[in-house]
């Protein structure tokens, strides 16, 4: 089996596994994601969720947390940690759309590296989630799990990660792909206990590399 087949059996699997996965951060709007996504370096989706409730209470649009205090910031999303930073990069992408894109988010990806904050795994997800373009997010359970299951061979860098999936995922499944992929790692192919590999749906064609 090469990897091409072996990813396109796994996304298949995983679909069945887990049909409704999306996001797990909550946004009603992209620009909200693009805060969500900033606070989760480094914290749970779970603790996101609660923290942006308080700040959106706060400071409901694009406008209003341009012009917020970023000490302000930094106390409301202090519980997320790397708070000053955090609440700096917001604070200027805010900033950056209210002045130069009308309170909108660029659907650009080059656009949306150039925000405060936004690497290429945040840019990919709002390509994906916002926008429905192709993309590959390369978080934790994407690279853990894509070197577990044989995808890549021991390869840990965010970037080289993605560039080794993108040529064998086909382009319209990267993004529901990598969703799935925080489920299965969440449920199954954990990091902090041995996997369950006698209760996964990829067990008979995984690698377990490393396992």
């Known amino acids: 089996m090469t990897k091409k087949q072996r990813a396109l059996e796994i996304i298949e699997r995983l679909k069945k596994e887990y049909p409704d996965a999306g996001c797990t951060l909550d946004y009603d709007q992209a620009w909200k994601l ?3 996504v900033r606070l989760a ?3 749970t989706d779970a603790r996101v969720n609660v923290v942006v409730e308080k700040l959106y209470e ?3 649009d694009v406008e209003a947390l341009a012009e917020a205090p970023m000490e302000a910031i930094e106390e409301i999303v ?3 940690g790397l708070g000053k930073s955090k609440a700096r990069d917001i604070s200027a992408c805010m900033k950056i759309l209210k002045d130069e894109y009308g309170g909108n988010i660029p659907k650009d990806f080059d656009a949306l590296l150039k925000l405060p904050g936004v690497g290429r795994k945040s840019a990919n997800l709002i390509m994906g989630d916002v926008f429905g373009e192709p993309a590959i997010v ?3 359970h994407c690279i853990r799990l894509t070197n577990r299951m044989g995808l890549v061979d021991g390869i840990k860098e965010p970037k080289k990660v993605e560039m080794a999936l993108w040529k064998i995922i086909p382009p319209e499944e990267g993004s529901d792909f990598c969703h799935r992929l925080v489920y299965h790692g969440r449920d199954v192919c954990t990091a902090r206990t041995k996997p369950f590999c006698d209760r996964c749906c990829l ?3 995984c690698k377990k590399a490393g396992i």
């Open 34 to 36: 693009l805060v969500s």
């Open 41 to 43: 370096a480094q914290c």
């Open 58 to 60: 706060k400071y409901p």
């Open 78 to 80: 202090r519980p997320c």
């Open 138 to 140: 390369t978080d934790t």
């Open 203 to 205: 067990e008979d064609i």
